[in-house]
């Protein structure tokens, strides 16, 4: 399963925001992997390195990709999809 989210995030996921969508990813039933769509490598969400490598800046569509297409893989999507497409992290 595969979805393409703009990050809306003002300052991207830099920092804080890249540590917090790491937990995010963590704490899914499912493996979870992000790429920038302009990119063909999957990374793991999962990974702070792989998040910050990425460089993700606010307005980049990036795409979230799960193994399967389960309601376990939607809610994970979801629930990252909603991360992203907040402006400010709390």
Do not use: N, W, Y
């Not at 297409?69 to 992203?84: I, K, R």
């Amino acid at each position: 399963m595969e979805r393409t989210v703009v990050v809306a995030i003002e300052e991207g996921l830099h920092a804080r925001p890249a540590a917090l969508f790491v937990q995010a990813a963590a704490a899914q039933p499912v493996p979870v992997t992000i790429r920038k769509s302009s990119e063909t490598e999957d990374l793991e969400a999962d990974s702070i390195l792989s998040v910050m490598t990425l460089g993700a800046g606010a307005g980049t569509e990036v795409v979230l990709t799960t193994p399967g297409d389960g309601d376990d893989d939607a809610a994970a999507l979801d629930a990252l999809e909603a991360f992203l497409s907040q402006p400010v992290i709390a």
